[in-house]
């Protein structure tokens, strides 16, 4: 049965939308959500503004030209300063740009709408880029465009997305672009508007190894409160390392961690700040979390026959034996295929440690 | 760059006074021991710890048979695929080493590939092998202990120096026919347990516990520490010097001359043993009991008595329970590694015959070139038992010959020769420890692991070499590999355009805007992050060698410091440059 809201493409529903469909539409950040769901993976609330409202808003707006012209004559090997330039005229002029009525109207109703599923008026939200491409291939654009958690009402959410899409030209994103030959428009922008979670504690989890990328055991790092700051590398997380044979707990590192990432009420967003010292040397995760996290990062691994790496987060309502929470999950990014030996081979491990031949 | 230090104060062919080291007559396998060259610059050489006091002429034997015959002779047959043994040079009495590289690749492969057909077979066999090799070591012994020194000719006499030469040449081709392939399989397994992430200061303890032939002798030594005390003779140790013990006992008498019987039983036993490794120079304890004396008066001092079959529970326990520790780190497929590792590795047990063959071969390998000398010393009436010692083997041939009279020509030179020994023997502490070019990495397995030439080693030597000093920090290892170049500190993007191509980033955390800054730089360390910071990320994408987590390396390390990153064990190892802000 139909959604009143999903009567147009320019929204499509976590849980709504067909998994053959989910990428084209949403990017792949949000289109694996989209694929997870079908998966029965437990993810948040949400929906995506597609592709296809990115474009509607781009043509109804002037954008293209403008971005055309913005970028003319810039190579691969371009000044610096020339695409910082280039790409911050973009940024403002999308910035100044309204979007239509109608599309607003689309996206505001389904941000209500998320509202109610949420019974929480003015929910807060976070409001992710994802863009088409943007995790393909050896290429990552991780963390390279923006995302906005805490997003209340629909106003800031409808200012978010156009952020987002503003992000499309951030200039590290130009310039990664330009030396990759690609175009912007082989990768528009869609976005992702998704139920904040209230994390106790948030991080990653790899199905893989993602330094030695040994493939039998799974990775946690983890903090208190969201995981931007894990994500983007401001604080140094607990990590764990599970045997995915047995399940057993390898190591738990406690690290000290110093920066959280935390709901900042007057701000209305989720903001970077110093842990509290009790917190700081406190091991995050139990066991318990550690098997639970551990199963869904391999139920994705197995859904996708390749290894992953997820971004989850520990609702502070979550009850021991509830499913954790999966936000993004994708491929992981560089897998270096190593034959781990079972068998001692002294000769090998000769080479490889002393003689290096 | 390369540090080098000069070999200058070495090059001479002026030696012991009457000999020149270019008089070489020993054969040799692959180079020869000679003193130093300009062109031996080039290579890397360390001042060999086994001979503090410096070698005499004749304790030169141990160069020529054990470093310049047998290493490179085991090397060749094992074969050591990037290495032809050890050589050594001589800066005046004192002995300096350096590994023989094998240099081309193609031979280097087929050498490998040797290696792994002889390897297994020999660490599978070792009980055996080493127990036939043992007692060939032994049943020549019993030859040599035989021998009635004073019932031979002075051409007997000869002829039984040139047989203990053979039977000492002999022991250290086993001693290297073992020791390579014990420790290739060692550091092998002990670095395969470091990157397994096993503490390294654990590792030791899995192979500890087994008894050795030199724990024998300090049990027993213990025993007559507990016989001591039960006849009285605590007062007796007590009030005398070690050297004097024996003398001072004799005059005691009594209960003190039966405890002398025991013990003189015991050095019949395990008292031919010298207190230094492979020196002909030196005395068994036999021939001066002082050390075995001084232990057990040392002994007698303590209250408690060390009670051995404790202390080796104590030993088996903790290995059982290190080796539990390190297994519940590991996955079940590391497990069946680990296993395989340490079962070799116990069944070939490095620690336990480093102990065992020091009993049979080093400690005491010497000796029966000792009598022998001191004997002929006695026939041709040198002026001291020891002043044959002084000779060179060329020069010994030709006196026991009667080729050449030992006349006062002879007594003069060795005089003179022993003021050389004294003379280098002053300038020991002061000598450099390393000459020559420090290396990137040595791959020689007695050098990494005896005489502990690893990379950090190398490190140090270099930093002292530039007057610098050395530290090391330690984070996540986030992007595996190694990398080494200028330390390049940077506290925001904004100084992003001071990197130069092969510069070491160190800053406290990167984000998205330095990513592009990853295509030129040696390597990254981060004062903060885990294995998904965007500095692993992106250091992974690029493979550049990446450490996170260190803390400390914006305050640790400055601009221009010389800096090694091992993304792979999560070490930084940082050389202080003294200048300040200079391009490495």
């Known amino acids: 049965m139909p959604h009143p809201s999903t009567g147009t493409n320019a929204i499509a529903w976590v849980d709504d939308i067909a998994s053959d469909q989910a990428i084209g539409a949403c990017g792949a950040k949000m289109g694996r959500l989209a694929e997870l769901y079908q998966a029965g993976v437990n993810l948040p609330k949400g929906f995506t503004v597609t592709v296809e409202a990115f474009w509607r808003h781009w043509e109804q707006a002037g954008l293209a030209e403008f971005a055309d012209a913005a970028l003319d004559g810039l190579g691969p090997g371009a000044e610096p300063a020339r695409i910082e330039a280039a790409a911050a005229a973009i940024r403002a002029e999308v910035g100044r740009r309204a979007m239509s ?8 109703g389904a941000y209500e709408e998320l509202c109610s599923r949420c019974f929480e008026i003015n929910v807060p939200a976070a409001v992710r880029s994802s863009a088409i491409g943007e995790d393909s291939g050896t290429a990552s654009f991780a963390g390279i465009f923006d995302s906005y958690l805490g997003m209340s009402g629909p106003e800031r959410v409808l200012d978010a997305v156009r952020d987002c899409w503003a992000s499309l030209f951030n200039a590290r994103a130009v310039s990664y672009r330009l030396r990759a030959g690609l175009h912007y428009t082989d990768m528009p922008m869609a976005v992702g508007v998704i139920e904040l979670i209230h994390a106790r504690a948030s991080g990653v989890a790899f199905s893989v190894h993602p330094v030695t990328g040994k493939t039998d055991r799974v990775v946690i790092e983890t903090n208190w409160g969201w995981g931007e700051a894990v994500v983007q590398g401001l604080v140094t997380p607990d990590h764990v390392e599970i045997g995915k044979a047995d399940g057993r707990i390898l190591k738990y590192q406690v690290a000290d961690k110093t920066v959280v990432s935390a709901f900042d009420y007057a701000a209305g967003r989720v903001v970077e700040t110093g842990m509290p010292a009790r917190l700081v040397s406190q091991r995050v995760l139990d066991d318990e979390q550690i098997t ?49 030996p079972t068998e001692w081979d002294p000769a090998a491990m000769a080479a490889k440690y002393i003689f290096r031949t | 760059m390369a540090t080098v230090i000069p070999v200058d104060e070495f090059i001479s062919d002026e030696w012991y006074p009457g000999f020149k080291p270019s008089y070489t007559h020993a054969p040799w396998y692959i180079d020869p021991v000679q003193t130093f060259r300009k062109e031996d610059e080039e290579n890397f050489w360390f001042l060999d710890f086994h001979w503090p006091r410096g070698l005499t002429p004749m304790g030169l034997i141990w160069n020529e048979d054990g470093y310049n015959w047998a290493s490179q002779l085991a090397a060749e047959q094992m074969p050591l695929p990037p290495g032809r043994g050890i050589t050594c040079r001589l800066g005046g009495t004192h002995t300096y080493g350096s590994p023989l590289p094998v240099n081309d690749v193609r031979e280097i492969g087929q050498r490998a590939r040797r290696l792994e057909r002889s390897l297994p077979p020999f660490l599978q066999n070792f009980d055996g092998i080493w127990g036939d090799m043992r007692e060939e070591v032994n049943e020549s012994w019993d030859f040599f202990r035989g021998v009635d020194h004073s019932a031979l000719s002075l051409e007997d006499l000869r002829e039984n120096l040139i047989q203990a030469r053979q039977y000492h040449k002999r022991a250290f081709e086993i001693h290297f026919q073992v020791m390579y392939p014990l420790l290739a399989n060692y550091i092998g397994f002990y670095s395969m347990c470091t990157e397994l992430g096993l503490d390294p200061g654990q590792i030791g303890k899995f192979l500890q516990g087994y008894d050795t032939k030199i724990m024998e002798t300090d049990r027993e030594l213990w025993r007559l520490t507990g ?76 209250d408690t008595v060390h009670d051995f079959g404790k202390a080796r529970n104590a030993a088996i326990e903790e290995r059982e329970a290190a080796v539990d520790a390190a297994r519940s780190t590991l996955t079940l497929d590391e497990q069946k590694l680990f296993d395989g590792g340490l079962a070799s590795c116990r069944a070939a047990n490095f620690p336990w015959w480093q102990d065992d063959h020091n009993y049979y071969i080093d400690l005491r390998i010497s000796l029966p070139m000792r009598w022998a000398c001191q004997a002929i010393a006695d026939r041709i009436g040198a002026d001291h038992q020891d002043d044959t010692l002084y000779l060179f083997w060329p020069e010994i041939m030709d006196v026991s010959a009667g080729r050449r009279p030992y006349d006062a020509g002879m007594r003069s030179l060795v005089e003179q020769r022993k003021q050389y020994f004294d003379y280098w023997l002053d300038r020991r502490p002061s000598l450099p420890k390393v000459v020559g070019t420090i290396p990137e990495s040595v791959n020689d397995p007695i050098l990494i692991e005896i005489f502990g030439l690893n990379s950090h080693f190398l490190r140090a030597v270099e930093a002292a070499g530039s007057d610098s000093e050395v530290k090391t920090l330690t984070g996540v290892p986030a992007s595996k590999g190694t990398g080494r170049g200028p330390a390049r500190v940077l506290h925001n993007a904004d100084e992003l355009h001071r990197l130069a191509p092969g510069d070491v980033l160190v800053c406290e955390s990167t984000s998205p805007n330095w990513t592009p800054a990853f295509a030129k730089i040696a390597a990254c360390v981060c004062d903060g992050g885990g294995t998904l910071s965007h500095a692993a990320i992106v250091g992974r994408e690029y493979r550049v060698p990446t450490v996170t987590a260190t803390g400390l390396a914006t305050v640790v390390i400055s601009d221009g410091d010389d800096v090694e990153v091992d993304g792979t064990t999560g070490r930084v190892t940082v050389l202080k440059n003294q200048a300040p802000n200079g391009r490495g």
């Open chain 1, 101 to 108: 009525a109608d599309l607003a109207a689309l996206i505001g």
């Open chain 2, 227 to 302: 016989a001591a005390r039960a006849a009285g003779l605590d007062r007796v140790f007590a009030a005398s010097d070690a050297s004097q013990l024996r003398s001072a006992l004799s005059a005691h008498g009594g209960s003190a001359g039966t405890w002398l019987t025991t013990f003189d039983d015991f050095l019949q036993v395990y008292g031919w043993r010298t207190e230094g490794s492979c020196d002909i120079a030196l005395p068994s304890w036999n021939e001066d009991p002082t050390p075995a004396l001084g232990m057990i008066k040392s002994f007698l001092q303590k």
């Open chain 1, 292 to 340: 639970a996290i551990t199963d869904a990062v391999l139920a994705v691994e197995r859904h996708y026959g390749y290894p992953v790496d997820v971004e989850w987060v520990l609702d502070r309502h979550r009850r021991e034996g509830e499913p954790i929470c999966i936000v993004q999950a994708r491929p992981v990014t560089v897998t270096t295929a190593q034959s781990t």
